[in-house]
């Protein structure tokens, strides 16, 4: 079974930059999805980016400002988020469609100044 660990996470200022890691345990081949979603407390998972054969997508709330990219060398999916605002404060989480479906334990972003 493949995991995923995610890193990256932390505390941030509004218009600050972080970038999030997802390490596979092993290689995915690049046609499976990997993406990217979010939690609040008391709100639903949210979907905020993914990739598929270096096809991506964004959630509206992130596009522009959110870059999702994979180094299949290292077997990681990262997420590179810009112009970070007090919304975007949530755990992220890494998800993977291979082996049924995968996903990481969650990495918590804090954005506040």
């Known amino acids: 079974q493949v995991q995923l660990v995610e890193s990256g996470g932390g505390l941030v200022q509004p218009g600050g930059s972080l970038r999030l890691s997802c390490a596979a345990s092993?290689?995915?081949?690049?046609?499976?999805?990997m993406g990217w979603y979010r939690q609040t407390p008391g709100k639903q998972l949210a979907l905020i980016a993914t990739?598929?054969?270096?096809?991506?997508s964004y959630a509206e709330s992130v596009k522009g400002r959110f870059t999702i990219s994979r180094d299949n060398a290292k077997n990681t999916v990262n997420l590179q988020m810009n112009s970070l605002k007090f919304e975007d404060t949530a755990v992220y989480y890494c998800?993977?469609?291979?082996?049924?479906?995968?996903w990481g334990q969650g990495t918590q972003v804090t954005v506040s100044s």
């Open positions: 990739l598929s054969s270096g096809t991506t």
């Open positions: 998800y993977t469609s291979f082996d049924g479906g995968r």
């Open positions: 092993g290689s995915i081949p690049s046609f499976y999805v």
